[in-house]
């Protein structure tokens, strides 16, 4: 699979619709302290449905709609669409978005989805030969420090085989 656009629009950071075009060629996203680069890497993360807020730096799930500033108001919702292209050649759009008080909701391809059918969509895409591996700051440390078998967990994931047991556990539960 691969990552052609990402739209946020009040997510952490980027209170403006903001986009960004991941072209042939992007090795890297420069920046001063604080301008957003890790943003971007959980704003990926979350539209493929992380909801673990520990992972997304923050304390709660509403806690990634854009806070306020000294001379913004807060907004009411964060929105983050990633665009792709999985490795059949089709088009794959994602939406997640999310409202203070009313939880998040999915969209596949304009769809309305379930939390779990988005799982199992990059599930699929993880398997493949070209996934995305994202790897957040402080990750290598986690791998040195981990216990066996968080490293094997790691390893899965890595390996692109982490998605058969989100698989098997949604095959097992029918
Ligand atoms: P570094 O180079 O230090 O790793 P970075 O470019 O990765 O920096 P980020 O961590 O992506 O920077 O961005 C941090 C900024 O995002 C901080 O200024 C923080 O206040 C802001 N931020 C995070 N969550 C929110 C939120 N919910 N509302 C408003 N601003 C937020
Ligand atoms: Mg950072």
């Known amino acids: 699979m691969q990552i052609r656009r990402l739209k946020l ?5 980027f209170v403006e619709p903001a986009e960004l075009r991941v072209e042939p060629g992007l090795t890297g996203v420069v920046g001063p302290n604080g301008c957003g680069k890790s943003n971007l890497l959980e704003a990926i993360r979350w539209v493929m449905g992380e909801n673990s807020p520990k ?7 509403e806690d990634v709609i854009f806070a306020g500033t000294e001379t913004r108001p807060q907004r009411d919702f964060a929105e983050v669409v990633l665009q792709a292209v ?7 759009d994602v939406t997640r978005r999310i409202e203070r008080g009313a939880g998040s909701a999915y969209r596949v391809n304009g769809r309305d989805v379930r939390a779990k059918d988005v799982a199992l969509t990059f599930a699929d895409a993880a398997t ?4 995305p591996a994202l790897v957040s700051q402080g990750k290598i440390a986690q791998v040195i420090a981990a216990k066996p078998a968080e490293r094997r967990q790691m390893l899965e994931e890595a390996a692109g085989i982490a998605g058969l047991h989100v698989r098997r556990k949604d095959a097992e539960s029918k």
């Open 128 to 131: 493949g030969a070209h996934s």
């Open 55 to 61: 992972s997304m730096r923050s304390g709660g799930m």
């Open 86 to 92: 999985d490795d059949h050649g089709e088009e794959l």
């Open 9 to 13: 629009s009040g997510f952490k950071s």
